[in-house]
Nanobody, 124 residues
Framework: VQLQASGGGLVQAGGSLRVSCAASGLTFSGYTMGWFRQAPGKEREFVATLSWSGSSTYYADSVKGRFTISRDNAKNTVFLQMNSLKPEDTAVYYC??????????????????WGQGTQVTVSS
């Protein structure tokens, strides 16, 4: 199983960025997908989850209304659209997959597979 995250980069505060995670080696459509992030000197934290069908989502309060998680099961890919970015969103962003999971799967130990992370830097 491999989860390959991409799309990170440097963006100014207030800007937008979309990160992607391409999955292989698993039945992607059967997995709940999540995004987590880890800022320098901090623990990894939950960002968003998306059910296997794409019909249910759950977000951390810190990103609610600004970030949108989505998936394309035909392309085995999950996305995180990030708008109105703030400097405090700077972190390495990780995608994760697990099943069966409740939609409020906010604990990283609930996930089986992890991507390698992609760096997002928001300048002020």
């Amino acid at each position: 199983v491999q989860l390959q995250a991409s799309g990170g980069g440097l963006v100014q505060a207030g800007g937008s960025l979309r990160v992607s995670c391409a999955a292989s080696g698993l039945t992607f459509s059967g997995y709940t997908m999540g995004w987590f992030r880890q800022a320098p000197g901090k623990e990894r934290e939950f960002v968003a989850t998306l059910s296997w069908s794409g019909s249910s989502t759950y977000y951390a309060d810190s990103v609610k209304g600004r970030f949108t998680i989505s998936r394309d099961n035909a392309k085995n890919t999950v996305f995180l659209q990030m708008n109105s970015l703030k400097p405090e969103d700077t972190a390495v962003y990780y995608c994760a997959a697990g099943t069966p999971l409740p939609i409020r799967a906010t604990y990283e130990g609930q996930y089986t597979y992890w991507g390698q992370g992609t760096q997002v830097t928001v300048s002020s």
